[in-house]
């Protein structure tokens, strides 16, 4: 380490709140070196033994939980109780997978000859990295770092920029629960290209698990491809929120409000595009600006129920997404504003034309775009015309209407009758240009394993 470090600042108030060490692509290739140096006794170690550590690790994060939740919050600003749900939430991922590592079968297939034995076993990747975003600073990592090492692989990390605070406190945590030196290390970094090519063009490096932008996440993939590296790919979304005029409108409502302004409009699950039936249109605008309007906005630490966005530029956005739809002839029905640079205010918009930039990119702040549908085939045409494919919500009570939705939407995750849809047992991921691979689940690991046939001959005496 040469002695550079970056500041990290509470986006809340604007404090700097902690500065950390600044790794360079140097320090990167020293951790590559030490998480291959350690992974042949990792992976050599039983997967009960993996799976105890990894338990004592959820422990010790559970008994922390008040700690690492207020850590969350001062790095990136969401309010406190979602910050403990997501503690809880990462911490999930290592009891699940420390389950899952006792899990990893192999097979035996009917040999195609006599005297002939083919088997299958699935062994660790290697060395992994992760890449992971500022929005769930704590559970986006443990979503990989989990299977990752129940698998018997080893792995680096480089949080965000924006928030390092998080990732660090589980690379403590997960020494003392027993993790060896070397085999989960943490990256915080003010120079992500430099790091992040460090990972890509290693080859002792065999794998890639990125959450972060569409953007990003396609530059990186061609810097894998030079050593053919796996890749797992947790990208961008634009998830249509579709309301029939059949629905529940009161569960409508509860799952628009949990699914758009969590975390400040700042998850890739978010709902991004409101479609709501002609018939039942203006009773839920209402109602819903109502709700919306009503929100608490405020540091997350002192009850604020929609905390800041990230930073200056996530702002801006916001701010040039709503003047093109307004100035397309959008109506603002409630909130509109920035409040002191840090915060906007929570907003719902009608009368949106198609092909206003709110409607075709990642939001990413508390702004709810609704728009009115006549017929089944109209919404469904509406809700899959984008290249993105990650999440996508239905509300109705029709049973045939809720399967034919299901179906028809190209999406990786459908929330129906349902505004949250992340579970540790679930499938997380999307198609298209949402990405690749699958997190959690019974299914999460594989991305971790590789197969290995062996074919055994000559068993005659
Ligand atoms: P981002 O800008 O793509 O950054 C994600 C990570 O990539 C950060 O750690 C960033 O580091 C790093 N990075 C940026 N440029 C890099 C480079 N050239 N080489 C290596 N690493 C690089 O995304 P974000 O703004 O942090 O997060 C928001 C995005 O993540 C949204 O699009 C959201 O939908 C997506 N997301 C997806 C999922 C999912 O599961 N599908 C979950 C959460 C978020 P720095 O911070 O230092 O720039």
Not at 143 to 153: D, E, Q, S, T, W
Request: hydrophobic fraction near 45%; charge should be negative; proline fraction near 6%.
């Amino acid at each position: 380490m040469d002695g550079r470090r970056f500041a990290v600042t509470n986006p809340a108030t604007g404090e700097e709140i902690a500065d950390v060490a600044d790794c360079s692509r140097d320090d990167a290739e020293a951790a590559i070196k030490a998480a291959h140096e350690a992974l042949p006794a990792w992976r050599a170690r039983s997967a009960a033994d993996r799976g105890a550590i990894l338990r004592t690790w959820h422990d010790l994060m559970i008994a922390d939980e008040d700690r690492l939740a207020r850590l969350i919050t001062a790095e990136m600003g969401k309010p406190l109780t979602e910050a403990i749900g997501e503690v809880r939430y990462g911490a999930a991922y290592l009891k699940w997978f420390a389950e899952e590592a006792e899990r990893i079968y192999g097979e035996i297939i009917p040999a195609s000859a006599g005297n002939t034995k083919i088997f299958v076993s699935r062994e660790p990747v290697g060395v992994c990295a992760a890449i992971t975003p500022w929005n769930f600073p704590s559970a986006m990592l443990m979503r990989k770092v989990a299977p990752a090492l129940a698998a018997g692989c080893t792995m680096l990390a480089k949080p965000a920029e924006d928030t390092p605070l998080s990732a660090i406190a589980a690379a403590k945590l997960a020494l003392e629960a027993g993790v060896p030196p070397g085999v989960f290390s943490v990256l915080p970094c003010s120079q992500p290209a430099a790091v992040g090519a460090a990972l890509t063009e290693s080859d002792l490096v065999r794998k890639l698990s990125f959450t972060g932008s569409t953007q990003v996440g396609r530059r990186l993939l061609a810097d894998c491809a030079p050593t053919v590296k796996r890749v797992s790919m947790e990208l961008g979304g634009n998830a249509p929120f579709i309301i029939f005029d059949d629905a529940d409108i009161d569960a409508a409502l509860e799952g628009a409000m949990a699914s758009k302004y969590r975390n400040a409009g700042q998850t890739c699950v978010c709902a991004n595009r409101f479609y709501v039936h002609r018939a039942v249109h203006d009773q839920f605008c209402e109602r819903f600006a109502k709700r919306v309007g009503a929100l608490k906005v405020g540091d997350g630490a002192s009850g604020g129920e929609v905390g800041p966005l990230i930073n200056r530029a996530a702002l801006d956005k916001v701010i040039r997404l709503l003047d093109d739809a307004t100035r397309r002839g959008a109506r603002i029905l409630t909130g509109g504003a920035p409040i002191d640079d840090r915060f906007f205010e929570p907003t719902v918009i009608v009368d949106v034309p198609p092909g206003s930039a709110i409607l075709e990119e990642e939001i990413f702040g508390p702004v709810a775009p609704v728009i009115p549908f006549d017929t089944e085939k109209e919404v469904i045409a509406a809700a899959n015309a984008t290249p993105f494919g990650l999440a996508a919500y239905c509300y109705t009570r029709d049973l045939g209407r809720a399967w034919r939705m299901s179906d028809a939407l190209e999406y990786g995750m459908v929330g129906m009758n349902d505004g949250i849809i992340s579970a540790v047992s679930a499938p997380f991921g999307g198609i298209k240009q949402s990405g690749m691979g699958r997190e959690g689940s019974r299914h999460g690991i594989d991305d971790y394993l590789e197969m290995k046939y062996v074919r055994m001959g000559g068993l005659s005496a």
